[in-house]
């Protein structure tokens, strides 16, 4: 195993203490967790690649197909209190399921959803040829698993109490979260993708989203299917693996099958998987706002000469309001890049609207345990009224906000 270097790290600043332990039932972590001499500042790409080849760490095979390590992880339906009315009981906190075998279990594309749902307009077929918006599969490591149940944010009262109170919201160190896209495939090229078998029909995986709290912002990277084909469609996408004519480099290239081949990744598919970016600031050392974009996931938001994808900007603004309100994802086709702003979460008295929610948007899942709330997207960004003995915005700097 190869040894962690122990980041420093930043928090957000209210006026209350950091969020304590609520449950009197802690879910308990079987021991697995990813380490990693790599600085996710100096070295970026490589540090993606190695949680890549960590997460797609092989576990005994099922009759389903080949499985990896993120695969035996929660799925939001294993955590939140849903609208069907599972794990709706407050007396009674998720306790981390035991894995038995992966089944494919897709859903729409979050992104999609959440701006459809802002009066956006679906992607061109120039821009998305053949993507379905069902084929997503979402899933979360134990450490993330136990933040979310042990301080009862898995349903959405508990997340209005932690408004309430200005309670910090920051994941452990070791959380991370895991967006996958599967496609069906044929059977006589499966074997080009990391797949799974449903019935009589087999899914070829060709997006992959991971997200680790190893940094306070936390640290994101995208990947893609070599055979995506618009893989590299958006502006500032695709640059670190390729030379100008868009040729793998054939050094960095040996780099990464190093790490894949460390990691036990010895099945040729994993060779068509291309990094498309990492992101872990809201800006560049110039003061311009990065962006990272995958061509599945954020197909709402980039073209061949825009792109308004930021992943740290969007999960910045997954909030909670006291009466379960949030901010909006974005709107019309285009996300939030670039630094996040005060009076986003802040009034112009220092009361707060919203309470950031760690970066984490599957937080949204969490339904009221009461009846199921009829969340209307197209109100997002409205916020309850203030009250005056509210909590307070002292400053927020895990934002860069003062």
Known sequence: MIRSTVLSLLVICFLQPAMGLN?????????????????????????????FAYVNQSVPNTESGPTVLWETWASP????????????????????PAFKGHALNLGPITQIEMLANSNAVMPSPDTAPGVSLVGQELRMNCPTFKHIS???????????????????????IDAIEIKAYWISVDEDVKSRYHWQKVGSRYYGLVSLSI???????????????????????????????????????????????????????????WLNYRLDGTQFTFTDENGLPTVLANSIFE?????????????????????????????????????????????????????????????????????????????NPKKCDNHAPIRVTGPQCVSIPFLAIN
């Open 299 to 375: 197909s709402l938001l980039i073209s061949r000469t825009s792109n308004t994808s930021s992943c740290i900007t969007c999960h910045a603004r997954a909030t909670v309001d006291y009466q379960g309100n949030r901010l909006c994802a974005g709107r019309d086709n285009t996300g939030n890049v670039g630094e996040p702003l005060r009076a986003w979460y802040c009034d112009s008295s220092g009361h707060m609207k919203f309470l950031p929610l760690g970066f984490v948007w599957s937080l949204r899942e969490a339904q009221s345990i009461h009846s199921t709330v009829d969340e």
């Open 150 to 172: 042990d301080n009862n944010l898995w349903y959405l009262e508990g997340q209005e109490k932690a408004f309430e109170s200005g309670k910090e919201v920051v994941f452990p």
């Open 23 to 51: 449950s009197d039932k802690p879910v308990q972590c079987p021991l697995s967790s990813f380490h990693t001499d790599l600085d996710p500042k100096e070295d970026p790409q490589m540090f993606a690649w190695a949680l």
């Open 211 to 269: 997200t680790s709290r190893v940094l306070p912002r936390w640290f994101w990277a995208t990947f893609e299917h070599v055979d995506n084909p618009n893989r590299c469609i958006a502006p500032k996408t695709c640059r670190e693996y390729t030379s100008g004519s868009g040729n793998i480099d054939p050094g960095v290239a040996s780099k990464v099958r190093s790490v894949l081949r460390g990691n036990g990744l010895t099945e040729p598919w």
């Open 77 to 96: 339906r294993d955590l939140y209190c849903s609208k069907d009315r599972t794990n709706c009981d407050p007396d009674n906190n998720p306790q981390w």
